[in-house]
Structures are given as C-alpha cells and as structure tokens.
C-alpha cells in the first residue's frame, strides 16, 4: 500500500498583502454600484428618456418587489 502526502503550498501570499487586495477590491466594487445608483436616481427623477429606464416608473408593485428579492436572496440565504 503506498500513502502520499498532498505538498503544502509555501506561495502564499501574507495576510496583509491579501487583505490589501480584498479591500481594493470592494472599495472598487462599492464605488461603481453607488455610480450606477446616481445615475439610476438622476435618470428616473428627471424623466430623462434614457433607453436604460425609459419605461420604469417608481411605484409600490415595484418597490414590493425589490423588497421580496431583498428578502429572499439576501436574508433567507443568508441564513441557509
């Protein structure tokens, strides 16, 4: 019977070199949600036209149902 052992990766990078990394990235990712947000916001409140949103208008059916998908893909599956 022959037993081999799994080699132990030493290339890791250090935790801090990773930590800077993750918050790099979040802190992009956080930025380009909050562009997208703004323009969201200017395009609905000024009735601009875009193509994006031309037909979406701000209602309770709409806001019940970002609430419903808030609560399911973020809260419920939070807790699975």
């Keep these: 019977m022959t037993t081999t052992v799994a080699a132990v990766r030493t290339d890791i990078a250090p935790l801090a070199d990773r930590r800077r990394t993750a918050d790099r990235i979040f802190r992009g990712a956080l930025a380009f949600n909050t562009a997208l947000t703004i323009f969201w916001l200017v395009a609905v ?17 709409g806001m019940l149902r970002v609430a419903g998908g808030i609560l399911f893909f973020y809260v419920l599956w939070g807790f699975i």
């Design 45 to 61: 409140l000024t009735q601009d036209g875009t193509r994006f949103f031309s037909q979406y208008t701000i209602d309770r059916e």
